[in-house]
């Protein structure tokens, strides 16, 4: 009697086994679902407060000096301008869960704490900087960064912000070096594996879409230990 009772419960928890293990990947893609959107909806709200900043500026976009080489670099100025124009600092970090850049006081106020000219945020950006040269660092002919938020005939294809997804070279994309002090390795926010599985991206229009990563281009190279950004 005792063999067929214990014979049973083996077989139960054989069945709760196999359920959870149909369960759990199903789970985890609901999940990053849910985070993909949670995304496109920070960018929408960023499209706002850049459409709010250029009206109340000519059509500028907030350009400042730049505060390093990344694209996800921006000039104190530039970061506030687009949380007071309605957005709140956390819509400029990505909601990914393997993203490693977060929304931290430590990025916010990179390097050293507040007062702090530089913003670290979780997205790159196509906005100019007013100093520096990082237009020489641009990989593809075809893009640029923008000084305003005007109509344009390829509005809809030209992108202002994206998902910062990073390689070391042409290849590492999970363990890209990091010198910051806060995390050892950088990654992008949609891993899938051992490569990332695309990102959002915001367009001059104002719309936001998905991009897959195999549509993505290598498009800039920071120069900094081969770290590039693509989008």
């Known amino acids: 009697m005792r063999r067929i009772y214990t014979d049973r419960i083996a077989r139960g928890h054989r069945h709760y086994c196999d359920l959870a293990a149909m369960l759990l990947p199903a789970l985890s893609r609901a999940k990053e679902k849910a985070r993909r959107a949670q995304d496109l909806s920070n960018f929408k709200q960023v499209a706002i407060g850049l459409r709010i900043y250029a009206d109340d500026n000519r059509d500028n ?80 002919p075809d893009k640029q960064f923008m000084d305003k938020l005007i109509s344009a005939t390829n509005s809809a294809e030209v992108e202002i912000a994206f998902d910062a997804v990073l390689s070391e070279g042409l290849n590492n994309f999970n363990n890209v070096s990091s010198s910051s002090g806060i995390v050892s390795v950088q990654r992008s926010g949609h891993m899938e594996g051992p490569l ?36």
């Open 196 to 231: 990332p599985a695309g990102g959002n991206v915001l367009f001059v229009d104002g719309h936001a879409a998905w991009r897959p990563f195999k549509q993505m281009k290598c498009r800039y190279n920071t120069n900094q230990r081969d770290i590039r950004f693509w989008f």
């Open 61 to 140: 976009l907030p350009v400042f000096d730049n505060q390093g080489v990344w694209l996800w670099d921006l000039h104190a100025k530039a970061g506030d301008a687009i949380t007071d124009s309605g957005a709140k600092r956390k819509i400029l970090y990505c909601p990914g869960l393997t993203a490693s850049v977060t929304d931290l006081d430590k990025w916010w106020w990179y390097p050293n704490g507040p007062p702090s000219d530089h913003r670290v945020t979780g997205y790159g950006w196509m906005i100019k900087r007013a100093t520096g040269n990082m237009e020489a660092n641009i990989l593809t």
